[in-house]
């Protein structure tokens, strides 16, 4: 990436790349791609694609990050050492990159259930009622 010949704007680098493109269809520009929507915890990029390829977007990759192509769940790959891909195939195209903290949903379910559980004690126990 360092090299002066790099593109950064017609080259990626991921970490784990699923598999080897054909050089004849890296040829000329992808297509393009908009933002439509940007909120702190998720990004929504509208895209037309003329070939296959990988839409990168120039934000900070995080593993909590998750994205949907076209409305079903898609792996989001580390691009140049820094940033979040999806690949997608040619046409019109939705991506939705949304932020969803690992662990967040069980330790919910967990503290919910403690407190059901603490109100169940608390309204059973009757070392509690005193005869007044």
């Known amino acids: ?14 970490a784990a790349q699923p598999h080897e493109p054909d050089a ?3 040829a ?7 933002i439509v929507e940007r909120d702190p915890d998720s990004v929504t990029l509208r895209a037309e694609l003329r070939r296959a390829g990988y ?3 120039l934000d900070r990759f995080d593993p909590n990050w998750h994205a949907r192509l076209d409305g079903a769940e898609v792996r989001v790959f580390r691009a140049n050492h820094l940033f979040r891909a999806v690949r997608a195939d040619p046409g019109r195209h939705e991506f939705r ?6 662990g967040l949903r069980p330790g919910l379910l967990l503290s919910l259930g403690t407190l059901a559980a603490l109100i169940i004690l608390f ?3 009757p070392g509690r009622r005193r005869a007044g």
Request: no cysteine; proline share 3%.
């Open 123 to 125: 309204a059973v126990d």
């Open 1 to 14: 990436m360092s090299e002066p010949s790099f593109d950064a704007a017609s080259e990626v680098f991921l």
């Open 55 to 57: 839409v990168v977007l």
């Open 97 to 102: 990159f949304y932020y969803r903290q690992r």
């Open 24 to 26: 004849r269809q890296l």
């Open 28 to 34: 000329g520009a992808a297509g393009y791609v908009e």
